[in-house]
């Protein structure tokens, strides 16, 4: 059974060996460039006048109406800084 093995493994070493084929060279890169040449662009002699974009800016929102007390109870409500304890937790909580 050993020989049979043996013999097996030696095939394929054999094989994988022969299956390479040599490593071709990278392609290289034949391509030419084409010279670049020097394009004169013609400025005008005057500057142009500046755009004149006189649009009216809207109206800003007015403010809500609504009173301060309110606004600051309905960010703490949003934080949950309003949340209530049971007072069952509170005793619990105490460290006296």
């Given at each position: 059974?050993?020989?049979?093995?043996?013999?097996?493994?030696?095939?394929?070493?054999?094989?994988?060996?022969?299956?390479?084929?040599?490593?071709?060279?990278?392609?290289?890169?034949?391509?030419?460039?084409?010279?670049?040449?020097?394009v004169?662009?013609?400025?005008?002699?005057?500057?142009?006048?500046?755009?004149?974009?006189?649009?009216?800016?809207?109206?800003?929102?007015?403010?809500?109406?609504?009173?301060?007390?309110?606004?600051?109870?309905?960010?703490?409500?949003?934080?949950?800084?309003t949340?209530?304890?049971?007072?069952?937790?509170?005793?619990?909580?105490?460290?006296?």
């Amino acid at each position: 059974m050993r020989k049979i093995a043996l013999a097996a493994l030696a095939g394929a070493l054999a094989l994988s060996a022969c299956g390479k084929k040599e490593e071709q060279a990278p392609a290289t890169n034949n391509m030419v460039e084409p010279p670049v040449e020097n394009v004169i662009i013609e400025e005008p002699e005057a500057p142009l006048p500046p755009a004149n974009n006189a649009v009216a800016a809207p109206e800003p929102a007015p403010p809500p109406s609504i009173s301060e007390q309110q606004q600051i109870q309905d960010d703490a409500e949003a934080t949950g800084m309003t949340a209530r304890l049971d007072q069952s937790s509170e005793a619990s909580n105490s460290t006296d």
